[in-house]
Nanobody, 117 residues
């Protein structure tokens, strides 16, 4: 399984970006896809996750601003980021976990998001 993330860039505070992450390879039906981020000097944190059935969770700091969605036919997860803040600046990573007797997980390469004030 490979994950390819895209969509990062530079945006002004209050602006929007949409990240995409496409998964390729054999993906089991029970799975979750997620976005993490890591700012310089900080630990990687979970931003949002979504199950194959569509149930989503968000870290408190992005609730109401970010929306995670997925297209199961394309094995792609999206993160729409609105009302962006300078503290959203980080490298964003996507992750896929899928289940077949046990959980397997895979990471995509990071995509840089910078929010200027």
């Amino acid at each position: 399984v490979q994950l390819q993330a895209s969509g990062g860039g530079l945006v002004q505070a209050g602006g929007s970006l949409r990240l995409s992450c496409a998964a390729s390879g054999s993906i089991f039906s029970i799975n979750t896809m997620a976005w993490y981020r890591q700012a310089p000097g900080k630990q990687r944190e979970l931003v949002a996750s979504i199950m194959n059935g569509g149930a989503a969770n968000y870290v408190a700091s992005v609730k109401g601003r970010f929306t995670i969605s997925r297209d199961n036919a394309k094995n792609t997860v999206y993160l729409l980021m609105n009302e962006m803040k300078p503290e959203d600046t980080a490298t964003y990573y996507c992750k896929l976990r899928h289940y077949s007797s046990t959980w397997y997980e895979y990471w995509g390469q990071g995509t840089q998001v910078t929010v200027s004030s």
